[in-house]
């Protein structure tokens, strides 16, 4: 390993343990006397101390250092906890993510900022000095422990006997401070591999690989190299303290005993496996696990994208049950079966353009697979919402307390699992849905007693699955959106004409808070009306191929509803023709196909519409959205033409198309950077013919023939002005 | 990442070595990439139109997997239109992040040159603003533009909508 793959892994552990610290002082905050926060956060500091010595980011340690030693008086409950200190303690955390994420770009810290951070903790802690110092825990010594075998690993061992190979019981024990027990463990476990075959191990191997261990590990090990060998290998990995290595006596059938051979008694015990944190993962059969003073944090590699391993021929032979891959393999992987997908359907075409009959069957087989490859490989990209929910107490808590609110937040579904891209992509949206809730929707304690609320307002966030959908909610129970206003402030900012707006249901007033540019506080305020967060969330999420609602009630708070597919790779589009191109329009867009007769259609307003069924839909031509000359001369002989009904937010639009090729399965690629600037495709999928075919994002070519029709309307007024300016 | 002239100047002086250029022609001007910006050279297939694209890109292409616009400098350059013949190729560059297709008329050979050979251009050659030109190159009679290949990778049209697009989430 390089010393630049130590750093991904302090990374990678350090946001973790922050994004942990947070929370619990989220939690701390709301409830001082929680003490499982309070060792949890005591815990996290600790880590990271010892995690930033090792890699020499002093500053780092000098802070975590700091904030155990003023967390020590409260964890063991000589002091209570002070408003005041949580908010340096989030100063503290605050600057170590600042730490993190320079040293994401850079390698080493400046110490600048330290003394500034460490003087509001010193200032926090005044008034919890004198603390008295902790208890001495009390401390059990274990000396000897027994692991006993399965009848295949004594088979094993009885084996590699008889074929000349040695057996050894090893015990490894690692430095005190050691801060990479992953790495080192693993490196540990390599070598051992190298040079043998690992039989039996204490704890699991895959929780020695993860470090779930106090400072020592036992190994039985099946080998050809001689002891010396193993022992000089073992040694001369970093931060290994003591190797002890024992030859396997035979009467040692059942068990294998490991016995400490030095006369010293340890301070603690270095082979006290450590509790898993995720409950019911792991129970210790042997190793009589005792209290400890130093009570390290296990390492624990939730997060990362883990994926199962095919184990050898010999099933015997230790290997390791998951692998970290990193995920631009994933994303190969997933790029692979696309083009698998893609060349599957021109298979299938040409199989029955020419109808060949006796290729049916393997090309059924085929599809199948493919299907079952597709389907597997997804379920690899899945990745908890957690990731991104994480992120979200902390954000309304400051929030909340820089607005004078006080906000609950509920969050329900954290395991529920979606796609790795459509899990980066709604992290903005949820922040500027959540944000909108806290700004607009919670009142402040005040407003909310005299309207016979609880002062403290509740957002909910929530994840369920539906099927092959997704849905995300964000609930609040602040005053909601008032139509009447809405109406009033649409006509105001012209989005909307006096006539449209006493025409609009409330309902259909209420969704007019998603248009751009659109906001009910007359004060934009610093954290959002400045008409962008609504609107930003719902491009984004139809821009997914997602639905976005609305649902509101004077008084009793505002529902954003966000509806996804479950994967983006592969979706049902529909194919249509303009100008002689295809173009694809996701199936989930579009609500239905009509034909209409070309006297149908009434301009209102200089826009084109029809009506169905009492319904004033607008109508616009798929060349005009993407900048396409349309042919001129009538339609079709029939006067038949024929129209996409598309869903575009909370309202219906017609797109008129020269002809509906079909329905088809397809597999989005995206577009290269240099493309994706242009606006209005979500991506591109290759036909069958081997041809490329565009995917529209309806709505954003719809908003930009809006603007650019705006544009031009102005345009012939700005020139005159710059003439009379002259 | 852009290596300029002067660099090239340098390090390949020192050890006298040659430096190989592709050399292709755009109505009858001829011009070159150095060999290592070039990706690959591929023939014109089915070139995708793109809609509410810039007039100088002339489509997209799928080239195994990976979908990237293909430029025709010629219109940019605002060069006579030439139309496309059995000689017509597409250059395929390629940045960190980013792949482009060059149309050209043709490729008319693989030059080693020494650096010292090439001049520093004082002035717009033809309609190639100075920007894109790295430097000029006179072999006998023929006079050989060392095209700026970054800058198509930050040309108006396509740069612009590019901004545009970070600038949304605000």
């Known amino acids: 390993m390089k010393s630049s793959d130590y750093k991904e892994i302090f990374l990678t552990e350090a946001r973790e343990y922050l994004a942990n610290l947070n ?9 001082p006397g929680h003490g499982e926060s309070i060792n949890e956060i005591f815990r996290a500091a600790h880590t990271i101390k010892g995690m930033s010595a090792t890699m020499g980011y002093e500053p780092m340690a000098q802070l975590t250092h700091q904030m155990e030693t003023v967390l020590e008086p409260i964890r063991s409950g000589v002091k209570p906890l002070t408003p005041q200190l949580v908010d340096a303690l989030f100063i503290c955390l605050d600057q170590l993510e600042k730490w993190v994420n320079i040293l994401s770009s850079n390698d080493s810290l400046e110490e600048d900022d330290l003394k500034a951070t460490l003087t509001s903790l010193q200032e926090a802690s005044e008034a919890l000095r004198g603390a008295a110092s902790p208890v001495e825990p009390v401390v059990e010594v274990v000396q000897e422990v027994a692991l006993p075998f399965t009848d295949e690993e004594r ?8 074929n000349g190979f040695s057996v050894f019981k090893i015990m490894v024990e690692l430095e005190r401070d050691c801060a990479f027990k992953e790495v080192r463990s693993f490196m540990i476990l390599k070598a051992i591999n190298e040079l043998g075959e690992i039989v039996k191990s204490h704890p699991a191997p895959q929780e020695i690989e993860k470090g779930h261990f106090e400072r020592g590990f036992f190994l039985v090990v099946v080998t050809d190299s001689p002891e010396e060998k193993i022992k000089k290998t073992l040694t001369g990995i970093s931060e290994v ?12 059938d059942h068990e294998a005993v490991f016995k400490k051979k030095e006369s010293e008694t340890p301070k603690s015990n270095p082979f006290k496996v450590l509790p898993e944190r995720s409950p019911g993962r792991r129970e210790s059969d042997f190793g009589k696990t005792e209290t400890d003073a130093e009570s390290e944090e296990p390492t624990d590699s939730k997060g990362s994208t883990q994926v199962s391993r095919t184990t050898g021929s010999d099933e015997r032979t230790f290997i390791l049950p998951t692998v970290r891959v990193h995920t631009s393999k994933l994303d190969k992987l997933m790029a692979l079966v696309q083009e698998l997908v893609i060349s599957k359907i021109r298979f299938e075409q040409v199989v029955h353009q020419k109808e060949l009959k006796e290729l049916l069957d393997p090309l059924f087989q085929l599809h199948h697979i493919t299907d079952e490859l597709q389907d597997e490989i997804m379920k690899v990209r899945l990745m908890p919402v957690k990731q991104i929910f994480d992120r979200f107490p902390r954000m309304v808590r400051d929030l909340a307390k820089s607005l004078h609110k006080q906000v609950d937040l509920e969050m329900d579904g954290a395991e529920v699992e979606l796609d790795r891209t459509v899990i980066e992509e709604m992290s903005e949206p949820l922040v500027h849905l959540l944000r909108n ?16 609320k609880d002062p403290a307002g509740t957002i909910r966030l929530q994840a369920k699955r539906e099927r092959h959908f997704v849905i995300l909610s964000v609930i609040d129970n602040g005053r909601g959106v008032d139509p009447e206003l809405v109406r009033k402030k649409a006509v105001m900012k012209g989005l909307i004409t006096r006539e449209e707006a006493i025409r609009l249901t409330d309902e259909e007033a209420v969704r007019l808070i ?17 008409g962008v967060g609504v609107d930003v969330a719902k491009t984004k999420v139809e821009a997914l191929g997602g639905t976005f609602r609305i649902q509101s009630r004077k008084g009793l708070g505002t529902t954003f509803i966000l509806r996804f597919p479950l994967t983006l790779a592969i979706i049902k589009g529909l194919l249509v023709k303009c100008n002689e191109e295809v173009f694809v329009i996701p199936v989930v867009n579009i609500i239905e196909t009509v034909d209409i007769h070309t006297d149908e259609k009434r301009i209102i307003q200089q826009q084109e519409t029809f009506i169905l069924r009492d319904e004033v839909i607008p109508l616009y031509h798929l060349q005009e959205l993407l900048e396409m000359a349309i042919p001129p001369g009538p339609a ?3 006067g038949l033409e024929t129209v996409l009904v598309a869903e575009v937010g909370e309202s219906r639009v017609g797109i008129l198309v020269d002809e509906v090729i079909g329905q088809q399965e397809i597999a989005i690629k995206s577009l290269d950077r240099l493309l994706k600037g242009i606006r209005g495709f979500s991506g591109a999928t290759i036909l069958g013919s081997g ?11 719809i ?13 012939g007024i700005i020139p005159l002005g710059t003439h009379e300016g002259l | 990442m852009s290596v300029s002239t002067a660099e090239i100047f340098n390090s390949q002086a020192k050890d006298k070595a040659e430096i190989q250029l592709v050399v292709f022609t755009l109505s009858g001007c001829e011009l070159a990439l150095e060999i290592q910006e070039v990706r690959e050279i591929i023939r014109v297939s089915e070139i995708t139109l793109m809609p509410k694209a810039p007039k100088y890109l002339e489509g997209i292409i799928n080239l195994r997997g990976r979908i990237f616009p293909v430029l025709d400098l010629k219109k940019r350059f605002e060069m006579p239109l030439v139309e496309r013949t059995p000689e017509t190729r597409i250059l395929v560059v390629e940045t960190k992040d980013q792949m482009l297709g060059l149309l050209v008329d043709k490729v008319v050979e693989v030059l080693r040159v020494s650096p010292t050979a090439i001049e520093k251009a004082t002035q717009p050659v033809l309609n190639i603003t100075l920007d894109f030109v790295k430097g000029l190159l006179t072999v006998r009679d023929r006079l050989i533009i060392l095209f700026n290949m970054e800058k198509t990778f930050n040309l108006e049209g396509l740069r612009v909508v590019v901004d545009s697009e970070a600038a949304i989430p605000k």
């Open chain 1, 23 to 31: 929370n619990s002082l989220v939690v701390l905050e709301k409830d």
């Open chain 1, 155 to 162: 088979d094993v061992i009885s084996q590699a006997r008889m």
């Open chain 1, 241 to 252: 303290e003591k190797v002890q290595i024992d030859s396997f006596s035979p009467d040692e």
């Open chain 1, 437 to 452: 809730a806290i700004d607009h929707g919670i009142e402040i304690p005040e407003e909310r007693e005299k309207e016979g």
């Open chain 1, 514 to 530: 998603a248009l751009p540019g659109f906001s009910t506080i007359d004060n934009a305020t610093e954290v959002s009306g400045r």
């Open chain 1, 636 to 638: 079709l002989e029939t």
């Open chain 1, 691 to 701: 041809k490329i075919a565009l995917i529209l994002d309806v709505n954003s070519l």
């Open chain 1, 703 to 715: 908003e930009d023939l809006k603007e650019r029709r705006f544009q031009e309307e102005h345009q």
